[in-house]
């Protein structure tokens, strides 16, 4: 167990949709990442957030979004899918979000989403 | 932007065996961080090995170590004394910036003959 909690394991829906993946950090840990990791793309990262606040933006689609709330925990809200969309969802955190010796990712199990 | 690049989409090695995977990079950012991370077929991302660019000398953990080369942007694995539990996917990553998101390699998967 990496301490990074991430809901739901699996999740099929379909064309169309709207689905929201949830995270929760290692305790400790401020920052949250969120990647998609598909099979033609590898792990590509979306977004991340610092203690509440937006830090980077990555090949986050405009139909996805996220947020972190003040309990650190994030959610990852994607709407209006397509089959493209299906993936491996990982969140990942880490305790101060700059580049440091102490800055180092750890993973969630990953959400596995399925879009029909 | 950075970039990271793994040129060997599948290794095999004998178990017992050494093995090197390769990784080369790009980055304009002065001080970095690089890593490797294995993913077993669990899915999870387990962090192997990193590597600061301000040091010289190769990072070592038990069986793996890397041959970091900074002028080169050449960052490989090393594993001594392959064990079965080692077959898994590996990913090679590299800091994207200051906020310390990282930048991933498509991965090389490695298998382990017995």
């Known amino acids: 167990d990496s301490g990074v909690t991430q809901t739901p394991k699996h999740l099929i829906t379909a064309t169309g949709q709207r689905v929201t993946l949830r995270c929760s950090p290692r305790?400790?840990?401020?920052?949250v990442y969120w990647y998609q990791q598909s099979l033609d793309q590898g792990l590509q990262f979306l977004i991340q957030y610092y203690n509440g606040e937006e830090r980077a933006k990555g090949n986050i689609l405009e139909r996805f979004s996220a947020q972190q709330f003040p309990d650190l925990h994030s959610e990852l809200n994607l709407s209006s899918l397509e089959l493209g969309d299906s993936a491996l969802y990982f969140c990942?955190?880490?305790?101060?979000?700059?580049?440091?010796?102490?800055?180092?990712?750890?993973f969630g199990a990953g959400s596995r989403l399925t879009v029909l | 932007a950075q970039t990271v690049t793994q040129s060997q989409p599948e290794m095999s090695v004998q178990e017992a065996e050494t093995v090197t995977l390769s990784c080369t990079y790009d980055?304009?950012?002065?001080?970095?961080?690089l890593f490797w991370y294995k993913q077993p077929p669990s899915r999870q991302m387990i962090l192997v090995i990193r590597?600061?660019?301000?040091?010289?000398q190769n990072a070592t953990e038990n069986r793996f170590s890397v041959n970091f080369q900074k002028a080169a942007k050449s960052f490989s694995l090393k594993i001594s004394d392959s064990q079965l539990g080692d077959a898994a996917m590996y990913f090679c990553?590299?800091?994207?910036?200051?906020?310390?998101?990282?930048?991933f390699g498509k991965g090389t998967k490695l298998s382990v003959k017995p």
């Open positions: 980055t304009s950012e002065s001080d970095y961080y």
């Open positions: 990942a955190s880490s305790e101060t979000g700059i580049s440091s010796g102490a800055n180092v990712l750890t």
């Open positions: 990553a590299c800091e994207g910036g200051s906020q310390g998101n990282l930048i």
């Open positions: 590597q600061e660019a301000y040091k010289q």
């Open positions: 305790s400790g840990d401020l920052s």
